[in-house]
């Protein structure tokens, strides 16, 4: 089946460092690309997305880069800071039946920020 | 301003128990999701539903089932748990199924 995987499971680094976290998507129709922060106890939100006629997107200090012929897709963030400690999502877009779309997520990355 | 809703928050059963998890949303959104998270694999999705009365199945269905008898709510029902259903859910909700989705804070469920 459709699959996203997601790269690396942890990531720790030093607050001020860059963060990247990269994934790979399996479905060559997929369009949509968000990104989610997950912090203990809550449920995860939507940080950054992207959709597949734009290669990157910026948000202060997070973007989003995307190659489709490669088919994957990567989050950057600037200047670290200890409350970007959490577990990060990516997710890919596929079709199912009835013209529908659906998300399939990565298996997540935890990021500890060090002050 | 209170988004998706899950209740309960907590919840410990007995194998062999049923129980129902409950989602409301305030967004008027379509898609409502039911997704179980389990570490190290990330969000698993369980039952979808693309608009109100209808129900679709996703990676995990067996062992669970929905309704979705308003738009606003998508009730999650376990008949008779498992311990393997030990987990936390998640609801979400969108207005399409490309676009952004909006997570309750969960359901923490044991089951021993």
């Known amino acids: 089946g459709e699959n996203v995987e997601q790269h690396p499971s942890t990531l720790s680094v030093q607050e001020g460092d860059s963060a990247v976290i990269k994934c790979t998507y399996s479905?060559?129709?997929?369009?949509?690309f968000p990104w989610y922060k997950q912090e203990l106890g809550k449920g995860p939100q939507l940080i950054i997305d992207?959709?597949?006629?734009?290669g990157e997107k910026k948000d202060q200090r997070i973007a989003v880069t995307l190659n489709k012929t490669a088919k994957h897709f990567s989050l950057h963030i600037t200047e670290t800071q200890p409350e970007d400690s959490a577990v990060y999502f990516c997710a890919a877009s596929i079709g199912v039946s009835g013209g529908y779309n659906k998300l399939i997520f990565g298996a997540g990355t935890r990021l500890a920020v060090h002050p | 301003n209170a988004g998706v809703t899950q209740t309960p928050k907590f919840r410990v059963l007995k194998t062999g128990q049923s129980m129902t998890l409950l989602c409301a949303q305030d967004?008027?959104?379509?898609?409502m999701y039911w997704y179980r998270q389990d570490p190290g694999m990330g969000l698993r999705l369980i039952h979808y539903?693309?608009?109100?009365?209808?129900?679709a199945k996703g990676e995990v269905p067996d062992g669970y089932n929905v309704s979705r008898l308003k738009k606003q709510n998508f009730l999650l029902g376990l008949e008779s748990a498992a311990p393997s259903q030990t987990s936390v859910y998640f609801c979400a909700s969108s207005w399409g199924g490309n676009q952004p989705q909006h997570f309750g804070d969960g359901t923490r469920l044991s089951i021993l």
């Open positions: 539903s693309v608009g109100e009365g209808t129900t």
């Open positions: 992207i959709r597949s006629n734009v």
């Open positions: 967004m008027n959104h379509e898609y």
């Open positions: 479905d060559s129709a997929s369009n949509y």
